[in-house]
């Protein structure tokens, strides 16, 4: 596609429940971010991915949140037990290259408004 | 730690008077600094960074060290400008953004 798109655009669910947000990056970008943007704040940073793998997982909040990439494009972000408090927007974002090779510019997706009842 | 103030919540002004958006950090090293932009109803994009000293739309950042500042300006605003403004700063190792809140730019006809 002409840019990174996310799936759902929304979601709904109830307290307790299990949801998984798709990230479908730019065909060819390596590097894959995952954000989440509260209301009336700028995104949060959460996950890093180099390839399949996850370089820097820092900015998950606490184990309920994973997230997988593991063919290299396509990545996913499950949220366990979901929270009232997880209830925001989440972000992906994807560039050619991440590191201190890379400095190229990361393209976001529209988001998915995650709200949690 | 890394931060990223942008004080002004609202910037309303009228089409054709100047605009800056301020924008101060607190980072250790020396990081990239960043201004995104996202108009209504679409995705978050790059307006422009600090290595890149361009003029993107008519706007302009100076990376003041000194003042750890990385304001955003403009000498004539637009209708078309107006939107939610990012700043943001990434470490050198380029893994990760860290935002500021945003302020929202409103350009009165």
């Known amino acids: 596609g002409a840019g990174v798109s996310q799936t759902p655009s929304n979601k709904v669910t109830e307290k307790g429940k299990y949801v998984e947000l798709r990230c479908d990056p730019i065909?060819?970008?390596?590097?894959l971010y995952w954000y989440r943007q509260s209301l009336g704040q700028g995104p949060e940073f959460l996950i890093y991915?180099?390839?399949?793998?996850?370089?820097?997982d820092s900015g998950l909040p606490n184990d309920r949140f994973f997230a997988v990439r593991p063919e290299g494009s396509v990545s996913t972000l499950k949220i366990q037990r979901t929270e009232r408090g997880d209830s925001a927007v989440y972000l992906c974002?994807?560039?050619?290259?991440?590191?201190?090779?890379?400095?190229?510019?990361?393209?976001f997706g529209q988001g998915t408004r995650l709200t949690v009842v | 730690a890394q931060r990223v103030t942008q004080p002004e919540k609202l910037l309303s002004v009228f089409k054709g008077a100047p605009v800056e958006l301020k924008c101060n950090y607190s980072?250790?090293?020396?990081?990239?600094l960043f201004w995104y932009v996202q108009y209504s109803r679409q995705r978050l994009q790059l307006l422009l960074r600090?290595?890149s000293r361009e003029s993107i739309k008519g706007f302009t950042a100076d990376l003041n060290k000194g003042e750890t500042s990385f304001h955003l300006k403009k000498p004539f605003a637009q209708e078309e400008d107006s939107a939610m403004y990012y700043c943001?700063?990434?470490?050198?190792?380029?893994?990760?953004?860290?935002f500021g809140s945003g302020t929202k730019l409103n350009v009165k006809p």
């Open positions: 980072y250790s090293g020396s990081p990239e």
């Open positions: 943001a700063l990434s470490p050198i190792n380029f893994n990760k953004f860290y």
């Open positions: 065909s060819g970008h390596t590097a």
């Open positions: 991915f180099q390839g399949t793998g996850a370089a820097d």
């Open positions: 974002a994807s560039s050619l290259t991440g590191g201190v090779q890379g400095r190229t510019e990361a393209f």
């Open positions: 600090h290595i």
